[in-house]
C-alpha cells in the first residue's frame, strides 16, 4: 500500500472513531517510554518511528473495527491469550445470538401475514395487478380484456415492475402449493395470496438483513444483532413488510443502498467508490421506478460524500445519469406495455403530487408533524436511543444528517404518512443498536441496571407490536366477507353473480378471494364479480344474486341478510377502579368452566370474556360489511 494512502487511511479512520492517538500511546506500544532507549538518535529519528508506529496502530484499530468485541491493546491490561480466548467466545455467542434474532424477524413477518392476510386499498393496484400476471399472462389481448387497471385505473398510474418481479418469485412457489395442497386453487385463493405477500415479506427481510450486513462491516457484529432485535419489536415495518405498496419495493432498495453505503467506510479508496456507485445505482433505481421521494434522501447523502471528497462530482453526475436513464427505459419499457400506452407511471406519480399538489386532497398535516408525531410512532424507543448514539459515535452522525435532512425537505409537503419517511427506520435502528452495544461494553452496576431497563422496554414494545396487530387484523371486514360468502354459499350456488361495494373493495376484497373460472372450468357460468360504481337505483342490484355492502337498508326490500361481517370501530379505556371490581369475578367464572373442560381454556369466547373484564384497553366492534342474498334466488 502506497504510504500517502495508508496516511489517508489513518487519519480518516481516527476522525471517524473520534479517538487520535496520542504520543504517549505509540510510544506504549513500540515498548518503550519517548526519549529513554532511543535518546542518543536525533529528533527526525524519533519523529520517523513514531509515524511509523502511528500508521500500525491505525491500521490496527481499523482491521479491528469489524469486531464489536474489540479491545486497543493500548488500553488493555489482559494477556493476549486470554483475550483472545473471550474474544473468540464472545463472538461464537453473538453468532449464534444472530442466527436467533433473523430466523425470528423471518417468523415474525410471515406470523403477521398469517393474522392479516387481507390487504385493503393502498395495496391494491400491486396485488392485483400480480394476481392477473400469474392467472392469464401478459398478451396484448388478456391485459386489455382481463386485467383488473384498466378497468379501475386509480387516481394515478403505478408500475408494473414491482408486481412482474412478485409474480416471477411467486410463481414456483404456486407450483409446489399446487401439487401439494389439493384444493388451494392457486394462483386464486386465499392461500395464493399469501404465497404472493410471503415472497415480498422476503424480500423485505432480505433487504433489511443487507442493512444488518453493512452494519456488521462497519460497527461489528454485535451492533448488527442489536440492529435486528430491535426492529424486531417495532410493529409498522413488520406488518407493512409483505404489503404491496409502493414504499414497501422502495423501502427494499433503499436497504440495499444503505449496505453499500455502509461497506463503503472501510477498504481501499477503489472499494469505496465502488460501494458509492453501488449506493448511488440502488437509491436512483427506486427513485425513478417506484417511489419519487427517495430523491430527496439520496441528495443529501450524495452531498455530503462530495464534501468528504470520497467521489467526485463528475463521476457522480455521470453515475446518476446513468442510473437513471437505464431504470427509465426499463420503467418506460414494461409499463407502456401493460397500461397500453407511452407511460412513466412515477413520473405521473410526481407531476400529480408534487408539480400539481393534489396530494392534500387526503388531507393536510403541519410542517413538524413527522418529527413530533409520526417518526415516534413508527420508531419507538429507538428514536431516543438514536439520539444518545449521535453523542456516543461520531460514525453514526454520517448516517443520521442526511436522514434528518431528508425528513425535514418532505416536510414541506403538506400530505403527510408514516409510510413516506420510512426510510429513515434503518438508520435510527442503527442509532439505537450502536447505544444499546455501548451500553452492554460497560461492565459497571449502573451500566447493567440500566441495560436490563432498556431491554425491559423493548420487551414491552414487543408486548404491545402484538397487540397492534390483532387489533389491526381488524380493518379488512371486506375481505372476511368475501371469504365467508363463499362458505355459506359456495354450496348452494354453483354460479353466481357478486355485487362488491366501496366499502368491502377498500378493507380487503381481492381478485385472489375470487372464484372464478379456472375452479369452474365444468361450468358455463362460473361465479362472476363486479364493483360498478355506477348504480344508484335498487333496480341496477337485482341483476345480482349476492351483494356485500356497507349499507344493508337501501336493499332490505330485495335482499335478505346472511350474515353480519363486523370490524374495528376504535379502542376505549376502561377505569382501573372498574376493572379492579370486576376482573377477579371474571376470573374466577374463568376457572370454575374450564375446571371440568380443560379444552376450554384456550376458547376465544371464554378468553374473550376474562379480556372484557380484565383489560383497562377494550377493542370496540361494529357491524361494517354485510352479506346479502337476493330475495327468491336460486341456483
Same mark, same amino acid.
Given at each position: 500500500?502506497?504510504?500517502?494512502?495508508?496516511?489517508?487511511?489513518?487519519?480518516?479512520?481516527q476522525f471517524q472513531n473520534g479517538h487520535p492517538h496520542t504520543?504517549?500511546?505509540?510510544?506504549?506500544?513500540?515498548?518503550?517510554?519517548?526519549?529513554?532507549?532511543?535518546?542518543?538518535?536525533?529528533?527526525?529519528?524519533?519523529?520517523?518511528?513514531?509515524?511509523?508506529?502511528?500508521?500500525?496502530?491505525?491500521?490496527?484499530?481499523?482491521?479491528?473495527?469489524?469486531?464489536?468485541?474489540?479491545?486497543?491493546?493500548?488500553?488493555?491490561?489482559?494477556?493476549?491469550?486470554?483475550?483472545?480466548?473471550?474474544?473468540?467466545?464472545?463472538?461464537?455467542?453473538?453468532?449464534?445470538?444472530?442466527?436467533?434474532?433473523?430466523?425470528?424477524?423471518?417468523?415474525?413477518?410471515?406470523?403477521?401475514?398469517?393474522?392479516?392476510?387481507?390487504?385493503?386499498?393502498?395495496?391494491?393496484?400491486?396485488?392485483?395487478?400480480?394476481?392477473?400476471?400469474?392467472?392469464?399472462?401478459?398478451?396484448?389481448?388478456?391485459?386489455?380484456?382481463?386485467?383488473?387497471?384498466?378497468?379501475?385505473?386509480?387516481?394515478?398510474?403505478?408500475?408494473?415492475?414491482?408486481?412482474?418481479?412478485?409474480?416471477?418469485?411467486?410463481?414456483?412457489?404456486?407450483?409446489?402449493?399446487?401439487?401439494?395442497?389439493?384444493?388451494?386453487?392457486?394462483?386464486?385463493?386465499?392461500?395464493?395470496?399469501?404465497? !404472493?405477500?410471503?415472497?415480498?415479506?422476503?424480500?423485505?427481510?432480505?433487504?433489511?438483513?443487507?442493512?444488518?450486513?453493512?452494519?456488521?462491516?462497519?460497527?461489528?457484529?454485535?451492533?448488527?444483532?442489536?440492529?435486528?432485535?430491535?426492529?424486531?419489536?417495532?410493529?409498522?415495518?413488520?406488518?407493512?413488510?409483505?404489503?404491496?405498496?409502493?414504499?414497501?419495493?422502495?423501502?427494499?432498495?433503499?436497504?440495499?443502498?444503505?449496505?453499500?453505503?455502509?461497506?463503503?467506510?472501510?477498504?481501499?479508496?477503489?472499494?469505496?467508490?465502488?460501494?458509492?456507485?453501488?449506493?448511488?445505482?440502488?437509491?436512483?433505481?427506486? =427513485?425513478?421506478?417506484?417511489?419519487?421521494?427517495?430523491?430527496?434522501?439520496?441528495?443529501?447523502?450524495?452531498?455530503?460524500?462530495?464534501?468528504?471528497?470520497?467521489?467526485?462530482?463528475?463521476?457522480?453526475?455521470?453515475?446518476?445519469?446513468?442510473?437513471?436513464?437505464?431504470?427509465?427505459?426499463?420503467?418506460?419499457?414494461?409499463?407502456?406495455?401493460?397500461?397500453?400506452?407511452?407511460?412513466?407511471?412515477?413520473?405521473?406519480?410526481?407531476?400529480?403530487?408534487?408539480?400539481?399538489?393534489?396530494?392534500?386532497?387526503?388531507?393536510?398535516?403541519?410542517?413538524?408533524?413527522?418529527?413530533?408525531?409520526?417518526?415516534?410512532?413508527?420508531?419507538?424507543?429507538?428514536?431516543?436511543?438514536?439520539?444518545?448514539?449521535?453523542?456516543?459515535?461520531?460514525?453514526?452522525?454520517?448516517?443520521?444528517?442526511?436522514?434528518?435532512?431528508?425528513?425535514?425537505?418532505?416536510?414541506?409537503?403538506?400530505?403527510?404518512?408514516?409510510?413516506?419517511? !420510512?426510510?429513515?427506520?434503518?438508520?435510527?435502528?442503527?442509532?439505537?443498536?450502536?447505544?444499546?452495544?455501548?451500553?452492554?461494553?460497560?461492565?459497571t452496576l449502573a451500566y447493567r441496571v440500566l441495560a436490563v431497563?432498556?431491554?425491559? !422496554?423493548?420487551?414491552?414494545?414487543?408486548?404491545?407490536?402484538?397487540?397492534?396487530?390483532?387489533?389491526?387484523?381488524?380493518?379488512?371486514?371486506?375481505?372476511?366477507?368475501?371469504?365467508?360468502?363463499?362458505?355459506?354459499?359456495?354450496?348452494?350456488?354453483?354460479?353466481?353473480?357478486?355485487?362488491?361495494?366501496?366499502?368491502?373493495?377498500?378493507?380487503?376484497?381481492?381478485?385472489?378471494?375470487?372464484?372464478?373460472?379456472?375452479?369452474?372450468?365444468?361450468?358455463?357460468?362460473?361465479?362472476?364479480?363486479?364493483?360498478?360504481?355506477?348504480? =344508484?337505483h335498487r333496480r341496477d342490484y337485482l341483476k345480482y344474486t349476492?351483494?356485500?355492502?356497507?349499507?344493508?337498508?337501501?336493499?332490505?326490500?330485495?335482499?335478505?341478510?346472511?350474515?353480519?361481517?363486523?370490524?374495528?370501530?376504535?379502542?376505549?379505556?376502561?377505569?382501573?377502579?372498574?376493572?379492579?371490581?370486576?376482573?377477579?369475578?371474571?376470573?374466577?367464572?374463568?376457572?370454575?368452566?374450564?375446571?371440568?373442560?380443560?379444552?376450554?381454556?384456550?376458547?376465544?369466547?371464554?378468553?374473550?370474556?376474562?379480556?372484557?373484564?380484565?383489560?383497562?384497553?377494550?377493542?370496540?366492534?361494529?357491524?361494517?360489511?354485510?352479506?346479502?342474498?337476493?330475495?327468491?334466488?336460486?341456483?
Amino acid at each position: 500500500m502506497a504510504t500517502s494512502e495508508m496516511d489517508e487511511r489513518a487519519n480518516a479512520h481516527q476522525f471517524q472513531n473520534g479517538h487520535p492517538h496520542t504520543e504517549s500511546d505509540r510510544t506504549h506500544h513500540n515498548g518503550h517510554p519517548n526519549g529513554s532507549a532511543n535518546s542518543s538518535g536525533n529528533k527526525e529519528d524519533r519523529e520517523n518511528k513514531d509515524t511509523k508506529a502511528t500508521r500500525r496502530n491505525t491500521i490496527q484499530f481499523e482491521t479491528a473495527a469489524s469486531s464489536s468485541f474489540y479491545q486497543s491493546p493500548l488500553l488493555s491490561s489482559t494477556p493476549a491469550s486470554t483475550s483472545s480466548s473471550s474474544s473468540a467466545s464472545a463472538s461464537q455467542w453473538w453468532s449464534t445470538a444472530e442466527d436467533v434474532v433473523n430466523g425470528a424477524v423471518l417468523l415474525l413477518i410471515v406470523l403477521h401475514i398469517l393474522i392479516a392476510p387481507y390487504t385493503k386499498v393502498e395495496e391494491s393496484f400491486n396485488l392485483q395487478a400480480t394476481h392477473d400476471i400469474l392467472n392469464y399472462g401478459f398478451s396484448t389481448e388478456s391485459i386489455k380484456e382481463q386485467y383488473d387497471h384498466l378497468e379501475f385505473p386509480g387516481v394515478v398510474p403505478r408500475t408494473f415492475l414491482g408486481p412482474l418481479l412478485l409474480a416471477i418469485g411467486s410463481w414456483p412457489i404456486m407450483q409446489i402449493v399446487w401439487f401439494t395442497i389439493p384444493g388451494s386453487r392457486v394462483p386464486n385463493g386465499l392461500v395464493g395470496q399469501i404465497v !404472493v405477500r410471503t415472497v415480498l415479506g422476503l424480500f423485505t427481510f432480505m433487504g433489511w438483513h443487507q442493512v444488518s450486513r453493512g452494519i456488521q462491516h462497519q460497527f461489528g457484529k454485535m451492533t448488527s444483532v442489536l440492529f435486528m432485535l430491535v426492529s424486531a419489536v417495532q410493529f409498522h415495518w413488520l406488518f407493512y413488510a409483505s404489503r404491496t405498496l409502493p414504499n414497501t419495493f422502495a423501502l427494499i432498495f433503499v436497504n440495499v443502498a444503505y449496505s453499500f453505503w455502509m461497506q463503503a467506510s472501510q477498504g481501499s479508496r477503489s472499494i469505496t467508490k465502488q460501494n458509492l456507485i453501488r449506493m448511488i445505482d440502488c437509491l436512483v433505481l427506486a =427513485t425513478v421506478v417506484f417511489r419519487s421521494e427517495v430523491l430527496l434522501l439520496l441528495g443529501p447523502i450524495v452531498l455530503l460524500e462530495l464534501i468528504m471528497t470520497r467521489i467526485n462530482l463528475l463521476e457522480t453526475i455521470f453515475e446518476g445519469l446513468k442510473a437513471g436513464v437505464v431504470s427509465l427505459m426499463i420503467t418506460i419499457d414494461i409499463d407502456s406495455w401493460f397500461w397500453q400506452e407511452w407511460i412513466w407511471a412515477e413520473g405521473a406519480v410526481f407531476w400529480f403530487n408534487a408539480v400539481e399538489g393534489k396530494s392534500v386532497a387526503w388531507g393536510i398535516s403541519p410542517w413538524h408533524t413527522y418529527f413530533t408525531s409520526l417518526l415516534p410512532k413508527i420508531s419507538g424507543v429507538a428514536l431516543p436511543l438514536a439520539l444518545v448514539a449521535v453523542v456516543l459515535e461520531p460514525r453514526f452522525r454520517r448516517y443520521i444528517l442526511p436522514a434528518g435532512v431528508f425528513v425535514g425537505l418532505y416536510s414541506f409537503l403538506g400530505h403527510k404518512e408514516w409510510r413516506f419517511v !420510512v426510510y429513515v427506520v434503518p438508520i435510527l435502528n442503527l442509532g439505537a443498536a450502536i447505544t444499546l452495544s455501548w451500553i452492554l461494553k460497560r461492565k459497571t452496576l449502573a451500566y447493567r441496571v440500566l441495560a436490563v431497563a432498556i431491554f425491559g !422496554v423493548l420487551g414491552l414494545s414487543f408486548l404491545l407490536s402484538v397487540a397492534q396487530s390483532l387489533i389491526s387484523s381488524l380493518n379488512y371486514p371486506g375481505g372476511h366477507a368475501l371469504q365467508r360468502l363463499h362458505e355459506l354459499e359456495l354450496g348452494h350456488f354453483r354460479a353466481a353473480t357478486v355485487h362488491i361495494d366501496g366499502a368491502a373493495a377498500e378493507t380487503g376484497c381481492s381478485r385472489f378471494g375470487e372464484i372464478g373460472a379456472i375452479v369452474n372450468k365444468q361450468n358455463q357460468h362460473p361465479w362472476t364479480y363486479s364493483k360498478d360504481e355506477s348504480h =344508484t337505483h335498487r333496480r341496477d342490484y337485482l341483476k345480482y344474486t349476492h351483494l356485500l355492502t356497507s349499507q344493508p337498508e337501501f336493499h332490505k326490500h330485495d335482499f335478505e341478510i346472511l350474515e353480519q361481517v363486523d370490524g374495528l370501530a376504535g379502542v376505549e379505556r376502561v377505569a382501573l377502579t372498574k376493572v379492579m371490581q370486576n376482573c377477579p369475578a371474571a376470573i374466577q367464572e374463568y376457572v370454575a368452566i374450564v375446571g371440568p373442560s380443560p379444552l376450554k381454556a384456550l376458547s376465544k369466547e371464554e378468553l374473550s370474556k376474562v379480556w372484557m373484564e380484565c383489560s383497562p384497553i377494550q377493542v370496540k366492534t361494529e357491524g361494517k360489511i354485510w352479506i346479502m342474498r337476493r330475495v327468491g334466488a336460486a341456483e
